[in-house]
């Protein structure tokens, strides 16, 4: 199955900062998943990356808030901007892998203080 | 909307025991179920389970699916203390868009 690298692991930021979390995937895939796990929460898409168009966000996000980009199909980048302490999560990408599933990337812990 | 319903929400039992992990569904498209275990950041995938009455297993973990009652069962028989974890529940439409999670089930288990 897929490997994903995603950095970073981990972070502490300032509110009012922004930070871009990235996704590099070991072979070439059609569309790459963001989530965002709240504390306590299970698993909410944030939006579906396509290479080559525009992501489509779900319900209650915004790409002014979280802009993805997609330069091509091994890799992807979702920023978290302006960032409040609501925004504390983790953030993970995923990919599907057909027969053998969606696997996801190692995750991002952010912390906004 | 698409639902997808897991019980129970917390689990605490005593190594050695058997538990069983509960996933219902309501989804407008389905072509598999996926359970996975989340022990720190990332899930890790178990079983994705398209058919029904196929019973899947890994060790001492298996899965089944019943396609007509819409749900799933997730079985750990002679549980660890390394099973302790969130295990997620999640149905995945047609190919090329993004599972539908439960809100996953966590397993304590205690020496």
């Known amino acids: 199955s897929a490997v994903i690298s995603q950095k970073p692991s981990r972070d502490i930021c300032q509110r009012g900062t922004s930070l871009t979390i990235q996704c590099q995937v070991d072979?070439?895939?059609?569309?790459m998943f963001w989530y965002r796990q709240q504390p306590g929460q299970s698993l909410t898409l944030i939006a579906t990356a396509n290479q080559g168009s525009e992501a489509t966000y779900e319900s209650g996000f915004v790409i002014d808030k979280f802009p993805i980009s997609r330069p091509n199909l091994t890799f992807s980048t979702l920023t978290v901007s302006n960032m409040s302490p609501e925004d504390s999560s983790i953030y993970l990408c995923?990919?599907?892998?057909?027969?053998?599933?969606?696997?996801f990337g190692s995750g991002t812990r952010l912390t906004v203080v | 909307e698409d639902k997808v319903v897991q019980s129970p929400l917390s689990l605490v039992v005593h190594e050695g025991d058997t538990v069983t992990l509960n996933c219902s569904y309501e989804?407008?498209?389905?072509?598999?179920l996926l359970w996975y275990k989340q022990e720190k950041k990332a899930p890790t995938f178990l079983f994705m389970l398209t058919s029904s009455g196929i019973e899947k297993k890994s060790g001492r973990l298996s899965s089944i699916l019943d396609k007509k009652e819409l749900f799933s069962i997730l079985n750990i028989t002679a549980t660890q203390t390394g099973d302790s974890a969130i295990y997620l529940c999640a149905v995945g439409p047609n190919s090329g868009y993004a599972l539908n999670f439960g809100k996953g089930t966590s397993l304590l288990v205690t020496p």
């Open positions: 072979s070439q895939v059609t569309m």
């Open positions: 995923s990919v599907d892998r057909g027969g053998y599933g969606y696997t």
């Open positions: 989804v407008t498209n389905f072509r598999s």
